[in-house]
């Protein structure tokens, strides 16, 4: 059964810092990585996903990487903003199946 | 593309009411359509795969009696939730995928169900 657990829960950095969101998944069997955004009370913007063959995707400040043998994704985001302030999750696709991580509360300080 | 609707977005009602959440792809044809649901603070937690035009599939512990999902055409999936009680409020979220060679799920917006 696949488990997903990220680290840490929360996380507070004062803004401009880069930062690294851990992902980790107990069964490498994955189709895709993907990792989304939650404000507080709404839904799932998705950020990036990461088919299984590939190692890493990039969209402007945020790298996602993604290595299967060692079942573990990390979601890298550059000088960090005030508005990056979100529930961060990660979710690993099995057979049609999308199992999420706890989620990263990340807030950044002004 | 790949959007999908839910209607409600948010929704509240009184104990032993049932409550009915729509989710529609908008541009494209969804197979396979999946509802969550997220308690606060918690993560999202799968309850059932629909396919059109047959019975869902429940995940282990959830009541396929007081979850009842229909997925009538290729681009509505409906949950209903009957009986509604206090514990039953939570943030419900559907998703759905292109078909069976698409493994990417697309997520709608979500419904707040409150139940007094």
């Known amino acids: 059964k696949q488990e997903v657990t990220q680290i840490p829960a929360a996380l507070s950095v004062p803004e401009g810092e880069n930062l690294v969101l851990n992902c980790s998944f107990t069964d490498s069997a994955i189709y895709n990585l993907q990792w989304f955004r939650q404000d507080p009370g709404k839904g799932l913007t998705s950020l990036l996903l990461i088919q299984s063959s590939q190692r890493e995707q990039t969209s402007g400040r945020l790298n996602a990487s993604l290595d299967k043998s060692s079942g573990r994704s990390t979601l890298y985001i550059a000088a960090s903003q005030p508005g990056d302030s979100a529930t961060y999750l990660c979710?690993?696709?099995?057979?049609?199946?999308?199992?999420f991580g706890t989620g990263t509360r990340l807030k950044v300080l002004a | 593309g790949a959007v999908v609707s839910q209607h409600p977005s948010w929704v509240i009602c009184k104990s032993g009411t049932s409550v009915k959440i729509e989710c529609r792809s908008l541009?494209?044809?969804?197979?396979?359509m999946f509802w969550y649901r997220q308690f606060p603070k918690q993560s999202l937690m799968l309850m059932a795969t629909?396919?059109?035009?047959?019975?869902?599939?429940?995940e282990q512990g959830v009541e396929k009696d007081k979850f009842l999902i229909n997925h009538a055409s290729l681009t509505l999936s409906t949950l209903t939730v009957t009986s509604a009680h206090p514990e039953d409020s939570s943030f419900y979220i559907c998703?759905?995928?292109?078909?069976?060679?698409?493994?990417?799920?697309?997520f709608g917006p979500g419904t707040r169900l409150t139940v007094l």
């Open positions: 541009d494209f044809q969804a197979t396979t």
């Open positions: 629909s396919n059109e035009g047959s019975k869902a599939t429940y």
């Open positions: 998703s759905a995928n292109r078909g069976p060679n698409y493994n990417e799920q697309f």
């Open positions: 979710a690993a696709s099995g057979t049609y199946k999308y199992i």
